[in-house]
């Protein structure tokens, strides 16, 4: 039977909701939308993640869209996967995680800049936000001076950081 599923945004071409945390990796899921009797509805395969990270319109990461040397970088993803500590598909961690920490993917999670993989500082779903992974990292003198950025090309003098690639 259908269940209702936590929808985040609907707009003129795209539809937001969050895969639940139960369904299984490898399977086929049914993707259904009734606006009003009007009534879609879409086959996909679930993948164990499917990670993208979000920019804002023109294409800085969110919410840290530049940082000087040495400033630590967040930025936030979606389609991480399967999390540990478990929580609720829709839920958002509370403001205080205790002993056990925040909830993180359990797959191996990499970060490579200009194809160098990069240091991980924190990973973790922030309080407040659902199905949604923060991840920090500290800018280095490598993102600035002889290392190349995502976007291509070289970064240097006062431009500002970072072009990130997220593998999973």
């Given at each position: 039977?259908?269940q209702?599923r936590p929808l985040y945004?609907?707009?003129?071409g795209q ?5 639940p945390y139960?369904?299984t990796?490898?399977?086929s899921?049914?993707?259904s939308?009734?606006n009003n ?8 395969q ?6 993208g ?8 990461l ?9 400033q630590e970088?967040a ?10 500590p478990?929580?609720?598909t829709?839920?958002a961690?509370?403001a205080s995680?205790?002993a ?9 999670t990499s970060?490579t800049i200009?194809?160098a993989t990069?240091?991980?500082d924190?990973i973790?779903?922030?309080s407040g936000l ?10 280095s003198?490598r993102d600035f001076n ?10 240097g003098g ?8 997220y593998d999973?």
């Amino acid at each position: 039977m259908a269940q209702p599923r936590p929808l985040y945004y609907v707009g003129s071409g795209q539809l937001n909701v969050q895969i639940p945390y139960e369904t299984t990796a490898n399977s086929s899921a049914v993707l259904s939308v009734n606006n009003n009797g009007q009534v879609t509805t879409q086959s996909f395969q679930v993948a164990s993640a499917a990670p993208g990270i979000f920019t804002d319109s023109t294409g800085a990461l969110v919410p840290t869209a530049a940082a000087a040397r040495g400033q630590e970088i967040a930025f936030y993803i979606d389609g991480a996967g399967a999390v540990s500590p478990a929580i609720p598909t829709g839920a958002a961690p509370a403001a205080s995680h205790g002993a056990r920490g925040p909830s993180k993917p359990v797959q191996p999670t990499s970060v490579t800049i200009g194809g160098a993989t990069a240091n991980i500082d924190f990973i973790g779903i922030p309080s407040g936000l659902a199905g949604v992974t923060q991840i920090n990292r500290a800018s280095s003198d490598r993102d600035f001076n002889g290392g190349s950025s995502g976007g291509g090309g070289q970064w240097g003098g006062n431009r500002q950081c970072c072009g990130e690639n997220y593998d999973h």
